[in-house]
């Protein structure tokens, strides 16, 4: 029977996953389409009545589709092989890949059965093959609810009998109440292997370029950058460096608290300490003393409050020499947020809260002219849905709050930046806010978040050793760049203490101290889900056993210096890779190369749910696994009394190429800085 037109265009699912699948949904429908012309066709020639020769409109209509759909998918397949051609030298994501495999079964076997979940996971033994594939007590489930009941080992060997041919797959076997193992063919993994040495570490194909914008970091001005701040920032830099390396175009936006009621009583303070500050730049030292004499001022002398009150009037209404104070107060802070992102090599625009002033009144204007405002006590509040608190986006006296500020930020990144990915950095504690915030612009029309992605990236506090509030052992909170200088004096101390001093330059050793201070520093916190509040301990993150970035450096280094001490250069490697077939014979080679190929699948995911400990685990495992090839498999052989090379096993330092490869973009991304010595 025909379908209404109107019902037909349905066919096509709300999300398409990719330009393949794009080209799938438009080829099925073209199918359908050509039988429903058949079949009208055929009506026409029964149609012999030369009275009843009417065109029936449908068919007019359909023809008039079948053509544009035809031109469309004429042009998606074009786009589909430039796409290819761009991405021959991609690493490729072999997680995908089987799945696509099965997604292909699954549909010859099942066609009645759409968008079924594909659950493939790396076997943690060998006995159960490379790769498992989970779904067919899924498919059980599925079916059962439409009234079949089918044995989930049937439904795993009938997917298997339609398996098409393909290149990565040695064989599948069913095992247990319906798994599918899978084993890798060793000719596929051993040329993916090459064309990453050949090639380098490119990243995988993650669909056209999107813009993203990240909001991390953001300090207040005349306020230190405490240990509170370094979750933020050196989670957001690596969402970054990470969105960065698959080809997006990153926007990593500093959103620092450079506005509101605190700088009247900061200027007031200015105009008595530094009268002369107009021409004579002011030498204010120390921001934090200067921040708590105004605050103390400002709580006890109420004619000191008065006259900050007014200054925040004539800040607002942007008075030059106020205007000028405050910049002053801000280039100040600016100078010592820019020394801890120098030291943790951090890159961010800075655009903070007083950037989106003028555009708050906009904002207040279209959420009143879309009815969404309300009035209480005079503040005017916006209630989303599925929310029992308001933002407030307009106080009784006419000023503007944080939620108006986050609100034009929002708008801002969405309708100026065009943003197809909006990120914010910032601890759990703020989640109800950002789901206000989130629910507004949802309500307001401002973004569908089945198009664009809009996500709070929250994390847990840094705790103590006592398990409380990482704070000084006076109760005051940890200014960072404190621990910055504590994590150069242990690092250097733990150097010394394995007299590294003593075959190290001094060049070389203060590499080695800052690689390991702010790599120890960064990858403590990274290592660990940034849901979960972690204990801050130099002890453990500089400890070089265990997962921590003193192991993964030195292992790291020590890879590197194989070849080195084999007196093998980088062009003899490089020559090696495109002559050498690499022999995956021996367990742990196979082992080795089957996790160096991961590295893909593995940054998929983080893009996925933004967990960066998932890339510190899976450096951390990429080493100790180094470690059991390197032990069981020579890479050079040489005579035990002289200790002359007698022989290298090329394809072997080949792998070893290839872990340091695949270490080094990680180190990359998660921003640590591996030193050629240490």
Request: hydrophobic residues 35%; glycine residues 4%; aromatic residues 8%.
């Amino acid at each position: 029977s025909l379908l209404p037109v109107g019902q037909r265009r349905r066919l096509v699912p709300s999300r398409i996953k990719s330009m393949a699948d794009l080209v799938r949904v438009y080829n099925a429908r073209l199918e359908q389409q050509e039988n429903e012309i058949r079949c009208l066709a055929a009506e026409l020639e029964r149609l012999r009545n030369p009275q009843c020769l009417e065109i029936s409109p449908c068919l007019e209509e359909l023809q008039e589709e079948n053509t544009k759909l035809k031109y469309r998918i004429n042009i998606l397949k074009r786009s589909l092989q430039a796409e290819k051609e761009k991405s021959k030298d991609r690493m490729i994501n072999i997680n995908s890949e089987i799945q696509d495999v099965f997604r292909t079964a699954i549909h010859a076997s099942y066609p009645e059965l759409e968008n079924v979940p594909l659950q493939v996971t790396p076997s943690q033994q060998p006995k159960f093959g490379d790769y498992q594939f989970n779904s067919a007590m899924g498919i059980a489930q599925t079916l059962k609810a439409k009234g079949e009941k089918v044995n989930p080992r049937d439904i795993a060997n009938k997917i298997i009998q339609h398996v098409p041919e393909n290149k990565i797959m040695e064989k599948t076997e069913v095992a247990g109440p319906g798994f599918i193992n899978v084993y890798l063919k060793k000719d596929f993994i051993s040329q993916q292997l090459t064309h990453l040495l050949v090639n380098g570490v490119k990243p995988p194909h993650v669909g056209p370029p999107l813009k993203v914008v990240v909001d991390f970091s953001s300090p207040n001005i005349a306020k230190e950058m405490h240990v509170g701040h370094l979750r933020s920032t050196i989670i957001g830099e690596s969402i970054c460096r990470l969105f960065e390396y698959v080809g997006h175009d990153v926007l990593r936006l500093n959103h620092i608290g450079d506005w509101g009621t605190q700088f009247g009583m900061l200027i007031a303070h200015l105009q008595d300490k530094f009268p002369n500050y107009l021409t004579i730049s002011p030498p204010i030292g120390d921001l934090q003393a200067f921040y708590k004499e105004s605050k103390k001022r400002f709580d006890e002398d109420a004619e000191f409050k008065k006259r900050a009150y007014q200054c925040v009037v004539k800040l607002q209404s942007k008075e030059p020499d106020f205007i000028k104070a405050w910049s002053l107060i801000c280039d100040v802070s600016r100078n010592e947020f820019q020394k801890i992102y120098d030291a943790l090599d951090i890159t961010l625009i800075e655009r903070g809260e007083s950037y989106y002033q003028d555009m708050m009144k906009e904002v207040v204007k279209e959420f009143e002219e879309k009815g969404l405002v309300q009035l209480d006590e005079g503040r005017k509040i916006v209630f989303p849905p599925n929310c029992s608190i308001p933002l407030t986006i307009e106080k009784s006296d006419g000023g503007y709050t944080y939620d108006t500020s986050d609100l034009a930020a929002l708008r801002q990144r969405l309708f100026k930046e065009k943003a197809n990915v909006v990120i914010y950095v910032v601890d759990s504690g703020q989640a109800s806010h950002f789901q206000l915030l989130f629910s507004a612009g949802q309500m307001i029309g401002w973004y569908d978040p089945k198009v664009t992605r809009v996500e709070h990236a929250g994390f847990g506090v840094v705790l103590g050793d006592d398990k409380k509030k990482f704070k000084t052992r006076s109760g005051d909170t940890v200014r960072l760049i404190d621990l910055l200088d504590e994590g150069l004096k242990r690092s250097m101390d733990k150097l010394k203490e394995k007299e590294r001093d003593k075959v190290l330059t001094p060049e070389e050793l203060k590499a080695a101290q800052e690689s390991v201070a702010y790599g120890c520093i960064k990858y403590a916190d990274l290592s660990h889900n940034r849901c979960n509040d972690y204990i801050f301990s130099f002890d453990k993150m500089l400890d070089d056993k265990g997962n921590t970035a003193a192991y993964l450096l030195y292992a790291f280094t020590r890879i590197r210096a194989i070849s080195r001490l084999a007196n093998i250069d980088e062009a003899t490697l490089q020559k090696a890779a495109t002559e050498t077939t690499i022999a995956l014979d021996h367990e742990k080679e196979w082992k080795l190369a089957k996790l160096i190929l991961r590295f893909p699948e593995i940054l998929q995911k983080i893009l996925e749910d933004l967990l960066l400990h998932t890339l510190c685990d899976f450096l951390y495992e990429l080493a100790t696994t180094f470690t059991e090839f390197y032990d069981s498999c020579y890479c050079v052989e040489k005579d035990r009394q002289t200790g002359e090379v007698i022989k290298i096993n090329m394809w072997r330092m080949l792998l070893c190429d290839a872990t340091a490869a695949v270490m080094a973009q990680g180190f990359k991304i998660l921003g640590l800085k591996p030193v050629q010595k240490m």
